[in-house]
């Protein structure tokens, strides 16, 4: 093995190598230099590696080599993504208000909007996102992993106290919305039904399409005409919601009493239970394979009964996963092996999963068409409505308001993309479960009243 030895040349110290080869020197100053440059880390990776990976995944898209699959899918977002998600970390003021979630999103739209991501790496993208379906692989391993992971006190509260501020925020940010578009001299009908509602469908695919088909057999007119009206405030509010959370999770750093760190509900032995909830168990491999095909199994579960029950397959997925841990149906080795595989998934390929949602989710055109002074007020001021009143409804309810306020918030996001976004932001992934029961079912919810209320009022 080579030794290195520091000895005085020349009035300075020189490192040189004297087995096996005596005649290679290195300056001590030279090797600290190293020691720092490879210590800068851009996700997990050293600097000079990700400079590396860089320059060879963006020559194969170059020269038409990146392979259009799985594997330049994952090669792409996550180099694009650990390198965003570290800048918006890093920026001042932004990395306050979500900064790596708005620029893993938003960026590569910009990018995409101006020709600045080639066809062979798109096609890469579209790949991982589209064919192989990794927002709905994400989402299971996080919904699955994080509810058997959880403490089965704090699943059972959780769900049977977060209905009343999610109605509750619902109701104030319908009321403050119609207000607030009324200043602006919008029509209340085109304010609810064009602005409010896609804010609170569900996402796009769960909200917007469904709603979109039943407007235009309603309004008689094409759907092609009306789901631009409606997606550019589904994603403004999104990105409000995301910004509130950049802010709730500093607010939450210097008001303490207020935090409550990932736990919805006060019980009371709340140090006991985030300990329960942060403490590191032995990572068994096995157990994360496991874990894996279990989280597979709850959502293609929530598939086939949704065929049968007519309620969305993700939601049937939730409450299986709830129902099969506050009853102690799974061993828990396998619960462990769910966790542990969430965890994963969820350090390593959240900001890359958002890029592959900004390229392909979040079109900058219709984002720009919609900045207008009067339409981003009646957006932003929607939900702050609904997480302001998720935020004392919750504190009234003994629950910690911080988090009551995100999960009421995640009523505004963008399905399952725009729950993964704003959690990101807030630092809060173990409120997934809770999360998409928000987004789905309110989104579910007032899709269903809106299509009813649409008809009742059109001649």
Not at 439 to 445: D, K, M, V, Y
Request: glycine share 12%; with cysteine.
């Amino acid at each position: 093995m080579a030794k290195f030895t520091a000895v005085p040349v020349d009035g300075g110290d020189r490192v040189y190598i004297t087995d096996p080869s005596p005649h290679l020197t290195v300056p001590q100053h030279g090797q600290r230099f190293l020691n720092r440059l490879f210590s800068i880390r851009i996700g997990p990776l050293p600097i000079v590696m990700y400079a590396i990976l860089f320059i060879v995944i963006y020559y194969s898209s170059l020269i038409g080599k990146l392979p259009e699959d799985m594997i330049g899918g994952f090669a792409v977002i996550m180099i694009m993504g650990w390198f965003l998600g570290d800048v918006g970390l890093k920026v001042p003021v932004l990395k306050d208000i979500g900064g790596p979630a708005i620029l893993s999103m938003f960026v590569p739209s910009v990018m995409i909007y101006y020709g600045l991501i080639n066809t062979d790496t798109l096609k890469s993208i579209t790949a991982v996102m589209k064919t192989s379906n990794f927002l709905y692989l994400y989402i299971s391993c996080l919904v699955c992993g994080s509810i058997l992971g959880m403490a089965r006190k704090v699943l059972v509260q959780g769900f049977l106290r977060m209905f009343i501020p999610l109605a509750v925020g619902t109701i104030a940010a319908v009321s403050v919305g119609i207000a607030v578009g009324a200043l602006f001299g919008y029509d209340v009908k085109r304010t609810f039904f064009f602005i409010i509602m896609p804010i609170m469908g569900g996402g796009i695919g769960e909200g917007i399409l469904p709603y979109s088909l039943a407007m235009a057999e309603i309004l008689k007119q094409p759907q092609g005409s009306i789901i631009p009206q409606l997606a550019p405030a589904a994603m403004l509010g999104n990105v409000s919601a995301i910004i509130i959370c950049g802010f709730l999770k500093k607010f939450a750093d210097s008001h303490p009493q207020y935090n409550g760190h990932g736990l919805l509900v006060k019980s009371g032995n709340d140090s006991e239970l985030l300990a329960e909830m942060n403490k590191e168990k032995k990572i068994e491999f096995p157990l994360m394979g496991a874990g894996l095909a279990i989280a597979c199994g709850f959502f293609i579960f929530g598939g086939v009964a949704s065929k049968y029950i007519g309620i969305p397959g993700a939601i049937i997925m939730i409450f299986t996963a709830a129902a099969v841990k506050a009853l102690k149906i799974m061993p828990a080795e396998m619960e462990q092996g769910a966790y542990h595989i969430y965890r994963f998934i969820a350090t390593n390929m959240t900001w890359p999963l958002l890029v592959g949602l900004g390229v392909l989710y979040m079109p900058w055109k219709d984002v720009i068409a919609a900045v207008t002074p009067a339409y981003i007020a009646i957006c932003a001021s929607t939900v702050i409505a609904m997480m302001t009143s998720g935020f004392f409804i919750g504190k009234a309810m003994n629950m910690y308001p911080i988090e009551s306020a995100i999960v009421t918030g995640c009523h505004s996001g963008l399905g399952g993309t725009g729950d993964v976004a704003i959690l990101s932001a807030a630092n809060r992934m173990e409120l997934m479960p809770f999360a998409q029961v928000s987004t789905r079912l309110g989104g579910a919810s007032m899709i269903v009243i809106a299509t009813i209320l649409l008809k009742l009022t059109t001649g």
